[in-house]
């Protein structure tokens, strides 16, 4: 019902800088919380950054000061502003938004994009 369009995942050196965004669209009403998780080969999917509709962010340690999530509500996008990338940042990244709706709770994933930070 919640559709997540990922863009912006490329390749970029170390020390550098990416931005991705995700644009929801459908049954976006419910949205009340978007955020940014990542999964690399062989690793664990991590939380990175969640924001509300209010605007409250929360990151994982370790990206805290080097990542930014932001989001336009009247556009329905969230935006994660990565800085000063290390090569362990490479991941598939996940767009997600978690939706309320009659009462009921409802994660959403998009379909990931790569991005690749060389040392």
């Known amino acids: 019902q919640v559709r997540l369009m990922e863009s912006g995942g490329g390749l970029v050196q170390a020390g550098g800088s990416l931005s991705v965004s995700c644009a929801a669209s459908?049954?976006?009403?419910?949205?009340?919380?978007m955020g940014w998780s990542r999964q690399a080969p062989g690793k664990q999917r991590e939380l990175v950054a969640t924001?509300?509709?209010?605007?409250?962010?929360n990151y994982a340690d370790s990206v805290k000061g080097r990542f930014t999530i932001s989001r336009d509500n009247a556009k329905n996008t969230v935006y994660l502003r990565m800085n000063s990338l290390k090569p362990e940042d490479t991941a598939v990244y996940y767009c997600?938004?978690?939706?309320?709706?009659?009462?009921?709770?409802?994660?959403?994933w998009g379909q990931g994009t790569q991005v690749t930070v060389s040392s």
């Open positions: 924001i509300t509709n209010g605007g409250d962010t």
């Open positions: 997600n938004a978690k939706t309320l709706t009659i009462s009921t709770w409802y994660d959403y």
């Open positions: 459908g049954s976006i009403f419910g949205i009340r919380v």
